[in-house]
């Protein structure tokens, strides 16, 4: 017997028919003796419904919504979802109940729209599981400390999942989702990407914030900080043995590392270049401050040598519907940084290549540029970490980098 | 400066640009220096659209629902609508949060699905209003025993409303709703029919129960109960002074009561005749009994005189939807209880003159008996209460019937 955590996102319970499949998977885990409790999404659809309502109450003072408010209109959608699922598995002969964020409770930090789960109390979930009972738990949702709902931020559910499964120190965490598994790179680009058996916290990490949209990045965090065994697999296939999910686990439980395990790539990517910056300490700095004091993510930062010992180019890339406000935020201070002019592109992508294995492995990059090369794609700039290496081109040549590879590192199915 | 608790129903926050009409509303009794606090319904059509996904889960145990999960699902609307009134306001520059039930809490009975209100904590909003906050404290719903959400049935916005005004001890609690008033008969049948200024809680709560749709029935009791001054007027239009709504108050506080206050009907009445029954002791209380214990609501009960000594035929009334069930009941006993037939008019109506005035004015009735009589409306049955003459007739006489007496109540308004 295990005790196991069954996820389930909103498309895995957008109508009635669809929660009594998702109920046939609980009902499964629960005949083969498990010990099951249940996080569930809002029905597909149903935040986006609840968050536009919340908006177009605020029409006369823009961005200023209260966020106590928005949580708690917002959250309602994960309770109506789980009463849904206690009700369809208690039609199937399960003793269920549902469990709403304030009741159990789930602690969260007061940072309304974008809590931190605290604690979660066990002591009744743990009576109840032993009882046999099947807690259904609202994902997204906690307790702030001023005794309001809640909510971690969009994606949340998947955090809450791995938060109560760390809590009742669950053997599994199974994130049920629209895809079958993680795939060595998007499958709509690549016909021969293959489903990972296994991939480590760290790849998995590298995956989700690279674009991978399989699993929420901050859940990944916590599953590693937690070490939570997650499995993705499809709600809308019976798994089998054959054909499991992915696991993501810790890297000693894969016994092979190929030097490659994924290939990721984000399109929403827009690149700045600051011509002729002056070349002295602290510009830099100055500049990246302002652009964080914006809340404008920066991603790649690309300093090239200076060629005069007086200025340099600097160039650096941007969420693609962040470019007009970095623009508009280096403009205003464009006499006070000193630089001669900015080019922004935002026909860039970035394509990423993954893999615990490149610790030992030799020439990951080398073969990437390569590649990369053969094809006369030109690489406009680069950035590395141990396990990783990104490289942004322009947006048009993606398919065809992706592709290429793939097939370079050997991740093509055997067709 | 009067502290005021304000009602809105469902159709009255069906929208955001309805919300904001509401809003205008509490800002108007805000800005005029009164402590206000607010009870809302959820948007019109979102509570059934709750209920049929509810229902649609529990496809294999027909009523079997666990009334737990169903009001933790249902409740949801209240606390959306409850959000979206505070931020509103929130946007009109007034202080305003939202309380869920379970935040308050409003303690209710165990009863999920049809709760009675046990206690209100008043520490927390009496703090809130003193320093000019408006609490947005959703209807409907309450904490019960067990923790958990639980609703008041259907309808039960009203009694919230009035529970948090007798709580807090509110100089009055104003209704809002789609009509501007308590009127002297439906408007729809009786062009003439006029805006009661005043009306007595007696008088209301006969009303209530006869069909006017204004209030909900327990709301009134519960007024009357804790002599809550209750204002019923239309979140449609703007209150003046010239036109106020009404007022449901102490019958003390009216000056001068008219024989007849109002004119109510229901068109929801079937008539069930037994023919013939054994006229000895035990027969009609096994009969009630018999549909009690089925959840048939008797209403009009005629017990004609025994013609031999032997038998008698017993007529009574049901409503309209329960008549089949109620055929269904009595045959299945028709041995044992022992009657000769069962004739069963799904065409009948239920007229009552309702007034306080009643107890001090003389030949009300028979004022009643007549103008039916003129207008060749034969009396299936009569029953009566202090304040109250009920008649059944066939259906399709009860416009004809509704106008004739209130020309003869003299209620027609001055045309």
């Not at 807690?135 to 307790?143: D, H, I, R, S």
């Not at 709902?149 to 791995?162: E, F, I, N, P």
């Not at 030799?362 to 990437?368: D, I, L, N, S, Y």
Request: charged share 25%; with cysteine.
């Amino acid at each position: 017997m295990a005790r196991l955590v069954l996820k389930f996102g909103g498309t895995s319970v957008a109508d009635p028919e669809r929660i009594r499949r998702v109920a046939r998977h609980v009902k499964r885990e629960a005949d083969a003796g498990h010990q099951v409790a249940v996080v569930v999404s809002a029905m597909a659809g149903e935040t986006n419904r609840l968050v536009a309502l919340a908006e177009a109450t605020a029409l006369e003072h823009e961005g200023l919504m209260d966020a106590r408010e928005y949580d708690a209109i917002v959250a309602t959608g994960e309770s109506v979802a789980a009463g849904l699922l206690a009700l369809t598995l208690q039609d199937m002969g399960l003793p269920a109940r549902s469990w709403q964020g304030w009741q159990i409770p789930i602690r969260t930090s007061e940072v309304h729209g974008a809590a931190r789960i605290l604690d979660i109390a066990t002591a009744e979930l743990e009576a109840r599981l032993a009882q046999g009972q099947i807690p259904v738990v609202t994902g997204f949702q906690g307790l702030g400390p001023d005794q309001r709902v809640t909510t971690l931020g969009r994606g949340g559910s998947d955090t809450s999942a791995v938060a109560v499964a760390a809590a009742l120190r669950a053997d599994r965490c199974d994130i049920y989702t629209d895809v079958d598994g993680v795939y060595t790179t998007d499958p709509r680009i690549v016909r021969a990407a293959r489903k990972l058996e296994r991939v480590a916290y760290e790849e998995m990490l590298e995956m989700a914030s690279l674009g991978a949209k399989v699993l929420q990045t901050r859940s990944v965090e916590l599953a590693m900080a937690h070490r939570v065994k997650l499995q993705v697999l499809s709600s809308f296939a019976e798994p089998d043995a054959e054909n499991p999910g992915t696991l993501v686990c810790d890297e000693d439980e894969i016994v092979e590392h190929q030097a490659v395990s994924g290939i990721a790539y984000s399109r929403n990517e827009a690149k700045v270049t600051l011509v002729r910056v002056k070349d002295k300490p602290g510009v830099a700095g100055r500049i990246f401050s302002l652009l964080a004091d914006s809340h404008i993510n920066v991603d790649m930062i690309v300093q090239a040598v200076s060629a005069d010992g007086v200025s340099t180019d600097m160039t650096f890339t941007v969420a693609r519907e962040n470019l007009a406000k970095a623009r508009d935020t280096l403009n205003a201070v464009r006499g006070v940084i000193g630089y001669e002019s900015l080019v922004a592109d935002p026909g860039v992508a970035k394509l990423s290549v993954i893999g615990i294995g490149m610790r030992s492995h030799e020439g990951v990059a080398a073969a990437m540029f390569r590649t990369l090369g053969e094809k006369g794609i030109n690489i406009q700039a680069i950035s590395t970490s141990e396990i990783k290496i990104s490289v942004l081109i322009a947006d048009e040549y993606t398919e065809l980098a992706v592709r290429a590879l793939h097939t370079t590192y050997g991740l093509d199915a055997d067709s």
